[in-house]
C-alpha cells in the first residue's frame, strides 16, 4: 500500500484554487433594463401582406416588437469579458412555443446539448462597458394574445428575461 503525502501548503493551494474557480454556469454577461414596444405597422419595413384577412380572436393586430435592452457584465462573474459575443432572443408565445421564422432571423442553436430554436441573434462586440441593444422582430405572421416570454442568451447561458402581455 502507497502512502500518499500532502504538505499543508499544497493542501491550502488546492483548497484556494476549488473555493475560487468560477461557477460554469455564471453568466459573463448580463441583460438589463429591457422595454418591448408593440407595433402594429411600420411604413418603412416591407409586408407583403398587404391583403385583408378575416378577424381572428385569438390574435393580435399586432406584428411588429421592438425590444431594447442593455447588456454589461455580470458582476458575479469572475473572468475576462472582452470579444465578440453572441447575443440569442427567444421569443416564447402565450402557447409556449418559440417563435422562430427563418425568414425573420430565427435559427438553431445549441443549448444545453440539444437543437434550440431561437426568433433572433445578435454578434456584439464587447469591451466592457454597457453595450445599448435593438432586436427588431417582424413576425411574419400575426401574435396570439396572451402572455409573451423574451429569453436572452450568451455562451449558452440565461443572461435575461421579461414578460409581456398582448391583447
Not at 385583408?52 to 455580470?74: A, F, Q
Not at 441573434?121 to 416570454?149: A, C, Q, W
Amino acid at each position: 500500500m502507497k502512502k500518499i503525502t500532502f504538505s499543508l501548503l499544497a493542501l491550502l493551494t488546492l483548497c484556494s484554487l476549488v473555493a475560487s474557480a468560477q461557477d460554469p454556469a455564471v453568466a459573463a454577461l448580463k441583460a438589463e433594463h429591457i422595454k418591448v414596444v408593440l407595433v402594429k405597422e411600420i411604413e418603412n419595413i416591407t409586408d407583403s401582406t398587404k391583403h385583408h384577412t378575416h378577424h381572428e380572436p385569438h390574435r393580435s393586430n399586432h406584428k411588429i416588437i421592438h425590444v431594447t435592452l442593455d447588456i454589461s457584465k455580470n458582476p458575479e462573474y469572475t473572468g475576462v469579458v472582452k470579444g465578440k459575443k453572441s447575443v440569442i432572443m427567444l421569443l416564447t408565445d402565450s402557447h409556449g412555443l418559440v417563435i422562430s421564422e427563418a425568414e425573420a432571423g430565427g435559427g438553431i442553436y445549441m443549448l444545453d446539448g440539444k437543437e434550440t430554436h431561437f426568433t433572433l441573434r445578435h454578434m456584439i462586440e464587447f469591451d466592457g462597458s454597457t453595450y445599448k441593444l435593438d432586436f427588431l422582430y417582424k413576425n411574419p405572421h400575426r401574435f396570439h394574445k396572451g402572455t409573451h416570454v423574451l429569453s436572452f442568451y450568451s455562451d449558452g447561458i440565461k443572461i435575461g428575461e421579461e414578460h409581456f402581455i398582448i391583447d
